[in-house]
């Protein structure tokens, strides 16, 4: 952990330490300063902002490697909420004290610590103030994603592929994401729960952006610590972190030989969620021999997740060793390919036809109340995840013939990984423009539609019943003419 602090410093342009402003300056705050000093920090100037002089941004703008030593660093007095420390009462030593720790801090040659208090958000318009100046002054060209260049051909307009890392406790989520991202980014190792947080991280992969998301592991309620509630919010970050994703990895252990419960509702969660749903069994290292291939590892993970749940069948299922950066290259155009499937809108012929050919070779069965079943049409109301609407003449269709034309559209449209939802809605049983309150009025009157020879005959019929008188000249001229011609 404090690897990856220093780490984050080094990749920083604003540096926040942050102290107890109530305790004052310890050992371990000087030894952050004497280390902050060592890389060449300095102290935030409110008048010059982040870069400071001119001569210092020529400077910074013809080095790179200046450029990252042109840190700055303010201090932050947490725990002083309120103003009474601010004055001095007779007899309240408390308030000078204080002063006195304020005072130490000056003297570190960073400049005056901003009190603040965290919990009530007291002094977060002050950090505000410095975060805006400091973004004023960076320029859009120096701009990096947390330490990682993108490539010159990666569109920013594009919105970026949302990619979940997710599993139980110690299945390599951590090794995964360094193996993607060809360093150590995250915190990994043999400990269980090392991970507190979902960690969100800015990639770009051939040109094309990618937010990888890495999540603590997820065990079973019986089994976590309930003593202290870190565990529980980690696992509700994982549980946020599969809801915004757009496809998530769910990480195997190859070395268990199995998936186990947890595992599964997991991947149930994923598909409840309508994200796309991409399995990776890690540390086939440990599990190949020449009699156990890949191969048979997988088809056994695809049997066991088709048992359980059916609309997982032919899920994408791919076995790596993250720590020997074995199989890892085939990750990424496998869950581009499912995240372009889950947002696919396909159209409503190609969707038509599909439906006729399936209804042909399987007709649905009659309806509970003993009518026969028509499924008119079919339209895709949204995607991500794909949704349709089939119009049909009863109000619900047979669960059973509902599974036949989602497994039908799986294999017409390669649709594996991910829920397709269809719902059914009946379709009006008459033309409502053929009602009474609908038609249109005839000549005096009457409803008795419009067009026709016949319908022109009962209303000269009835023009004559009512006002006992002929009608107008020009419909009698039609009507006689068209009588003679049919005659």
Not at 335 to 362: E, H, M, P, Y
Not at 377 to 390: A, N, S
Request: glycine share 8%; with cysteine.
């Amino acid at each position: 952990m404090m690897e990856q602090t220093l780490e984050a410093a080094k990749m920083s342009d604003l540096i926040f330490v942050l102290f107890d402003g109530r305790v004052g300056i310890t050992a371990d705050v000087e030894e952050i300063i004497r280390w902050l000093r060592r890389i060449g920090c300095k102290p935030y100037d409110e008048d010059k902002g982040l870069r400071g002089s001119k001569q210092s941004i020529d400077h910074r703008n013809s080095n790179n490697e200046d450029n990252r030593k042109q840190r700055k660093v303010v201090l932050l007095a947490n725990k002083l909420e309120g103003d009474s420390w601010n004055h001095s009462f007779e007899g309240l030593s408390s308030s000078s004290i204080i002063m006195d720790h304020l005072r130490s801090a000056t003297r570190l040659g960073f400049g005056e610590a901003i009190p603040i208090s965290a919990e009530h958000g007291e002094g977060l318009a002050d950090i505000a103030v410095i975060i805006q100046n400091s973004l004023a002054e960076m320029k859009p060209s120096k701009n990096q994603d947390d330490g990682v260049t993108t490539s010159s051909t990666l569109n920013i307009s594009n919105k970026p592929l949302q990619l979940a890392i997710c599993g139980r406790q110690n299945v390599g989520k951590s090794t995964l994401i360094n193996a993607l991202l060809q360093r150590n980014r995250v915190i990994c190792g043999p400990t269980p729960g090392l991970t507190r947080d979902a960690i969100s991280i800015k990639w770009s992969w051939k040109g094309r952006a990618v937010q990888l998301i890495d999540t603590a592991g997820i065990r079973r309620i019986a089994q976590r610590d309930h003593s202290d509630s870190i565990e529980d919010m980690a696992v509700q970050e994982a549980t946020r972190a599969i809801k915004i994703a757009e496809v998530v990895v769910l990480l195997l252990d190859a070395g268990a030989k199995f998936l186990s419960r947890q595992e599964l509702s997991i991947a149930d969660a994923v598909i409840r969620e309508g994200r796309a749903l991409v399995v990776v069994a890690n540390k086939m290292d440990l599990l190949l021999c020449s009699e156990y291939s890949k191969d048979e590892f997988v088809a056994a993970v695809r049997k066991q997740l088709e048992q359980r749940y059916p609309m997982l069948r032919k899920t994408p299922v791919l076995a790596i060793s993250a720590l020997n950066n074995a199989g890892i290259e085939d990750l990424m155009p496998v869950v581009f390919t499912a995240r372009d499937r889950w947002a696919n809108v396909i159209g409503t012929g190609i969707l038509n036809r599909w439906l006729s050919d399936v209804v042909k070779s399987k007709a649905p069965p009659i309806h509970d109340s003993g009518r026969k079943i028509h499924i008119k049409y079919i339209l895709q109301t949204k995607g991500r995840p794909p949704t349709f609407l089939l119009f049909c003449n009863v109000r619900s269709l047979p669960a059973s013939y509902v599974r036949y034309l989602i497994r039908n559209f799986q294999d017409t449209f390669q649709m594996f990984g991910m829920d397709v939802r269809m719902a059914v809605k009946e379709s009006a049983k008459e033309n409502p423009y053929l009602r009474g309150k609908n038609r249109k009025i005839g000549i005096g009157g009457t409803r008795l539609g419009v067009g026709g020879a016949k319908n022109r005959k009962k209303r000269f019929i009835e023009v004559l019943k009512s006002t006992g008188s002929r009608p107008k000249k020009g419909l009698s001229r039609r009507f006689s003419r068209q009588g003679k011609s049919r005659s």
